[in-house]
């Protein structure tokens, strides 16, 4: 079964700090991963996805098979990533895709 | 481009009763997808449509069905509401398949009374 795990409900941070919202997941096929973010009173947005390798307002996010883990990071936090942060896994089975969600971490960043 | 739309914002239904809701993908844009967040949750796939055709369906009762139209434009139907369908309901669109980047729309906000 597909699944997508993050652990962190909510995580603070002071502005300036080192942040990584942790995600891990569960697929036995090749798995394509992406981070969605949702500001307050907007929509859900991609953010990144891990094939473009992109690093997206200071967010980069490393795929780790392995480990079977995809983490948000950002050395220098900025007030203004306070949201709700989503990550995602697009599976495929039997000719059937969906994209598989987490429950999202919320992300504050005080002053 | 207003990107994603759907109607209605909000809706309030009663048990038992039928509710059909309404997107409109970004142009151009030949995928739609359905999600349900329920409060506190992420979003939970529900089908997902390409170039008309039924592409994926979730882990959802057969009360719940969608089609999509040749102008790539799209409804979901809920049957037989039940409380626990009280959810945010989210449509998105991409140009391809669910690998493609999806754009969401703002979302219709379901209460079943």
């Known amino acids: 079964a597909q699944r997508v795990t993050q652990p962190e409900k909510l995580l603070s941070v002071f502005k300036g700090a080192p942040v990584e919202l942790k995600c891990n997941y569960s697929y036995s096929g090749s798995p394509e991963l992406f981070w969605y973010v949702q500001y307050s009173r907007q929509r859900l947005q991609l953010l990144l996805r891990?094939?473009s390798r992109e690093s997206i307002k200071g967010f980069t996010a490393d795929l780790n098979k392995g480990e079977t883990s995809f983490h948000l990071k950002k050395p220098f936090a900025q007030e203004e990533d306070s949201a709700m942060y989503y990550c995602a896994l697009s599976a495929t089975q039997g000719g059937s895709e969906k994209l598989v969600f987490g429950k999202g971490t919320k992300l504050t960043v005080n002053p | 481009d207003a990107g994603v739309t759907q109607s209605p914002t909000h809706l309030i239904k009663t048990r038992g009763q039928q509710v059909t809701l309404r997107c409109s993908p970004i142009?151009?844009?030949?995928?739609v997808s359905w999600y349900q967040q329920v409060l506190g949750q992420g979003p939970q796939f529900i089908f997902q449509?390409?170039?008309?055709?039924?592409?994926g369906r979730g882990n959802f009762p057969d009360r719940f069905s969608a089609r999509q139209f040749p102008n790539y434009s799209s409804e979901l139907n809920v049957n037989a509401l039940l409380l626990g369908d009280s959810a945010l309901y989210l449509c998105a669109s991409s140009f391809g398949p669910a690998t493609d980047t999806q754009y969401f729309g703002p979302g219709t906000r379901l209460t079943v009374l």
């Open positions: 449509y390409y170039e008309k055709e039924e592409r």
């Open positions: 891990h094939i």
């Open positions: 142009s151009g844009h030949k995928s």
